[in-house]
């Protein structure tokens, strides 16, 4: 199976940009999506926190963008 590592980062990183531009904490998302705020944590820096789809596409919607948003490289 490939490493998708940098893929899983990114991702985290685009998460973690569009949550401080709506003005959110990682508590406040994680309380939200009704997820631990160490998974939030966890998925942001890319850690061992892969989220599924659902919890993307929740993220997504909660953050009001795009879920494509989340994947694209800065």
Do not use: C, W
């Given at each position: 199976?490939?490493d998708?590592?940098?893929?899983?980062?990114?991702?985290?990183?685009?998460?973690?940009?569009?949550?401080?531009?709506?003005?959110?904490?990682?508590?406040e998302?994680?309380e939200?999506?009704?997820?631990?705020?160490?998974?939030i944590?966890?998925?942001e820096?890319?850690?061992?926190?892969?989220?599924?789809?659902?919890?993307?596409?929740?993220?997504?919607?909660?953050?009001?963008?795009?879920?494509?948003?989340?994947?694209e490289?800065?």
């Open positions: 199976m490939a998708h590592s940098a893929k899983y980062r990114q991702l985290g990183l685009n998460i973690a940009y569009y949550r401080n531009k709506n003005g959110l904490t990682q508590e998302l994680a939200k999506l009704d997820l631990s705020l160490s998974h944590g966890k998925i820096t890319a850690t061992g926190g892969k989220p599924s789809l659902e919890v993307v596409f929740s993220i997504a919607d909660l953050l009001n963008i795009d879920v494509i948003k989340l994947f490289s800065r």
